[in-house]
């Protein structure tokens, strides 16, 4: 069964950067992509980012485009997502998602989540 177990979220000024972990344990053969969901308070979840896990293709959300860049660590098992240009509107709890068979449209497997605050 494959776990996720994200980390790196916290406070963080407007303009400010933080890189998000999410450590993969188990085997990645049975899916397709790997991804970032959020969830701001009141809303519902929505994502964020996506790779293929055999092309390292990715995609975005237009709300993040051009300041969130996503990337995986194979030999590490590792993926991340840095964030750049924070703003207010993308403070929520971001969860890791694995998707056995799209780009991340039905992910089956999801982290713990961790908290995202951007405030001054």
């Known amino acids: 069964q494959l776990q996720l177990v994200e980390s790196g979220g916290g406070l963080v000024q407007p303009g400010g950067s933080l890189r998000l972990s999410c450590a993969v344990s188990?085997?990645?053969?049975?899916?397709?992509?790997l991804g970032w969901f959020r969830q701001a308070p009141g809303k519902e979840r929505e994502g964020v980012s996506c790779?293929?896990?055999?092309?390292?293709?990715?995609d975005y959300a237009d709300s993040v485009k051009g300041r969130f860049t996503i990337s995986r660590d194979s030999a590490k098992n590792t993926m991340y997502l840095q964030m750049n240009s924070l703003k207010p509107e993308d403070t929520g709890v971001y969860y890791c998602?694995?998707?056995?068979?799209?780009?991340?449209?039905?992910?089956?497997?999801w982290g713990q989540g961790t908290q995202v605050t951007v405030s001054s």
């Open positions: 998602v694995a998707d056995p068979v799209s780009l991340c449209g039905h992910p089956r497997n």
């Open positions: 188990g085997s990645t053969l049975d899916y397709y992509a």
């Open positions: 790779i293929i896990i055999s092309s390292s293709r990715t």
